[in-house]
């Protein structure tokens, strides 16, 4: 099964951001509903917990459960086992861990420099187009956390007819 083009992979990802920006705003105001949370400040470390995890039932579900998040649905792009079955939920789960490598050691480095200003969008931003050009070494230009968790990102798209 052919790997999907990088451009299709990251404009996959950004709609997913776009569509996760409803999801993770309705489950924050029912964490600051439930809580009372009058401040921004006020139970601040449980507010992000609770969104790692809705983002992580978010993904593990929707990989185990046929492989496709709504947008890889729409981008036509399904997330497999190496050997192309349907992911489990232990392995979606060391995917989703793993996939967090897009954007902490970026945000680790720049908190480490004590970076402020641009410096706080440029180092995770050069972190995160390291992370993608990573994929240029796979021989299935597969992402390096889909390579160690033992996924894959196939197409969906029918191959053209040649005439």
């Not at 409803?22 to 009058?38: E, K, N, Y």
């Not at 996939?99 to 969008?121: D, I, N, T």
């Amino acid at each position: 099964m052919p790997t999907p083009s990088l451009r299709r992979r990251l404009c996959s990802m950004v709609y997913e951001s776009m569509l996760l920006f409803g999801v993770l705003f309705i489950s924050a105001w029912i964490f600051s509903t439930l809580l009372q949370q009058r401040h921004a400040l006020y139970l601040r470390h449980a507010l992000e917990s609770w969104l790692f995890v809705i983002l992580g039932v978010y993904f593990i579900w929707f990989w185990h459960h046929g492989g496709q998040t709504l947008a890889m649905k729409t981008w036509r792009i399904r997330l497999v086992d190496k050997d192309g079955a349907p992911v489990q939920a232990w392995r979606a789960l060391v995917r989703f861990l793993l996939s967090w490598l897009w954007f902490l050691p970026g945000l680790a480095l720049a908190w480490a420099l004590g970076a402020k200003g641009w410096m706080l969008v440029w180092i995770p931003t050069v972190n995160f187009l390291i992370w993608a050009a990573l994929a240029y070494l796979d021989p299935q230009r597969q992402f390096v956390h889909d390579r160690i968790a033992g996924t894959r990102i196939v197409d969906l798209n029918p191959p053209k007819k040649k005439p």
